[in-house]
């Protein structure tokens, strides 16, 4: 079977997870590429309470648009961790903001913790770069792409004006999972 | 020079490959799952000089793009299920009236409202028989956003050739989610444009056999005046009773797409692992890639699966598929409704294998896992 690679973003609504993914299957599929699918919640599910986007990354094309076996999640928010970290598999990893999930569900794989939201508002000064925080922990956690691709999708995604803060936002997200990652 | 490449919706690779074949006018009325289409023709075509209405009603939009058409415009409308229902007798009225146009279905739930915002692909025989009366009917399924836009580009050359209607149906899955589009050069896939009159406009029948099964057909607002009619008529468009004239033109309206030049025209499948096959998934748009999926699984297990795949779903591609009933020992049809395909494929292959269906209508998609388990049990 070919090698497919499958990550979940979840959150509240309008934390900015489905561009997370977005920028994610660009760095892959336009920057690397490589191929990848991205979907998200849609409809009724994705208007407040918790919403997801899905990429599915490969090197050959992509058949089955939807997870299957989840390689790696996240979790913005406890409802979302409730309703979306699962079927991780085994050996998988799940990464939760620190100070909104306070118990992780558990499973046969690693679960990470980084405060997310307290970094964009204390480090950066925005909340609304958490997303791209979480992104660049994501990419730093699982490896999928490439730290510079990452880098690139998320500077071809944001205006001018607002490129030093989000290339800021990605470097502390990478840099602060790599620390966790060191231990 | 590099060709461009964007990350796009199934919905926005639509819009780009109807702009792509010139499509210079739209008319709609927003649906989920649908709307993206109409949301990009209402930027773009006001910059090409096209023409984006949003009508009052489903049956408005789908008027106002034959009344574009007949005037010479390349025209598009998009929906969903219900929408599609409303413009049901007015698919008819093009079919009479042999006007070209491409009419998108993003297949949801159904019927009636169904379920708004999940996938389905309950619509694949309204696509046949919506409308009433006996008619032809050009249906195209793709299943991926690449192939959305090639898709979307043949329907347009096919309505232009063909001068009908042509449907492109899929569903919500591949409508919203996004993959990597290569942006063909102009020139790059063949563009068709409806032929124009050769005979000046005193000689002018806008059905004149002559010509072949597909008369050319005239502008409106051109030198050239004419009468159209949702009414059986004659080669001048006026209506008539005449038997042998009604029967002629029946007849003439299913040959020009049934006929065996046309079907080698129309018809396009793909067909992955089949030579060896023992078991063949038919599936078609999304469901595919589940089937895609399951057969390289089942090939890893040992069992000789393969998949055909009709990108054509309408005319049906009968002769290829009775071929491969006499070949395999089963046929197992993979359907995000309660079963219409397979029984398009029951009357093809009749008695020379198993066939058995898989079907899902929960609003989530079939899974690989769905597929694999019917194959196991029919073999």
């Known amino acids: ?47 407040g309470g918790a919403s997801k986007s899905e990429v599915i990354i490969g090197d050959e094309p992509i058949d089955y648009p939807k997870a299957t076996v989840v390689d790696a999640c996240l979790a913005m928010t406890q409802e979302a961790a409730d309703k979306y970290a699962v079927g991780i598999k085994d050996g998988g990893v799940l990464l939760v903001d620190s100070d909104f999930v306070k118990n992780p569900p558990q499973g046969n794989y690693k679960v990470y913790s980084l405060p997310i939201m307290r970094t964009a508002k204390v480090d950066v000064g925005r909340e609304i770069v958490a997303n791209v925080i979480a992104l660049g922990a994501m990419i ?7 730290r510079e691709s990452g880098e690139q999708a998320v500077l071809a995604k944001v205006p001018e004006a607002f490129k030093d803060l989000n290339k800021k936002a990605y470097s502390l997200g990478f840099d602060k999972m790599k620390e966790v990652l060191a231990g | 020079m590099a060709k461009k490449i964007a990350l796009l919706q199934g919905n926005e690779a639509c819009a780009q490959g109807a702009l792509y074949a010139g499509c210079n006018f739209f008319g709609g009325y927003p649906i989920t799952p649908s709307t993206e289409i109409a949301e990009v023709m209402a930027g773009e075509l ?34 969903s299920g219900p929408g599609i229902s409303l413009k049901q007798e ?93 942006f063909p050069e102009p020139g790059e896939l063949e563009v068709i444009d409806r032929p124009a009159p050769s005979v000046p406009p005193e000689k002018y029948k806008p059905f004149d056999t002559s010509f072949g099964d597909v008369p050319p057909l005239a502008a409106y607002g051109s030198d050239y005046r004419f009468h159209v009619t949702g009414l059986n008529k004659a080669e001048d468009g006026f209506p008539t009773t005449k038997a ?36 063949v998934v038919l599936a078609y748009g999304s469901t595919s890639r589940s089937a895609r999926y399951a057969v390289n699984e089942l090939r890893e297990q040992g069992i000789k699966a393969g998949m055909f795949r009709p990108i054509t779903l309408w005319p049906f591609p009968e002769k ?60």
């Open chain 2, 90 to 182: 007015l698919i008819g009225y093009a079919c009479i009236a042999e006007v070209p146009c491409v009419i998108i279905n993003v297949m949801r739930g159904g019927p009636s409202t169904g379920m708004p915002t999940g996938p389905g692909q309950s619509d694949v025989m309204q696509a046949r028989w919506g409308t009433h009366g006996d008619h032809a009917a050009i249906a195209l399924c793709p299943a991926s956003c690449q192939e959305i836009f090639t898709e979307t580009v043949r329907a347009f050359n096919l309505a232009e050739k063909y001068r009908m209607p042509v449907q492109v149906l899929y569903d919500e899955i591949v409508g919203h989610m996004r993959e990597r589009i290569v």
């Open chain 1, 140 to 146: 730093a956690l699982t490896g999928v792409v490439k």
């Open chain 1, 1 to 47: 079977m070919a090698e497919r690679y499958e990550l979940r973003f979840s959150g509240a609504g309008g934390q900015g997870l489905i561009t997370a993914g977005i920028i994610l299957a660009e760095a892959a599929s336009i920057i690397e590429g490589r191929h990848a699918v991205q979907s998200q919640s849609y409809g009724p599910e994705a208007r």
């Open chain 2, 46 to 79: 006001p910059k090409i000089g096209g023409k984006f209405i949003q009508m009052e009603d489903e049956i408005g939009a789908i008027a106002s793009i034959i009344g574009a058409s007949l005037a010479g415009s390349k025209v598009l409308t998009a929906s």
């Open chain 2, 244 to 279: 042998e004239l009604v029967d002629a033109e029946e007849r003439r309206q299913i040959r020009k797409v049934e006929c065996p030049e046309a079907r080698a025209d129309i018809e396009s499948n793909e067909e992955y692992l089949i030579d060896d096959a023992e078991v």
């Open chain 2, 320 to 379: 290829r598929v009775a071929q491969i009933g006499e070949q395999v020992k089963a046929i197992v049809v993979p359907e995000m409704n309660l079963g219409q395909m397979i029984f398009e494929v029951e009357r093809v292959v009749k008695n020379s294998c198993k066939l058995a269906g898989v079907h899902r209508v929960d609003g989530d998609p079939l899974t690989p896992s769905q597929i694999i388990d019917q194959v196991k049990e029919v073999l």
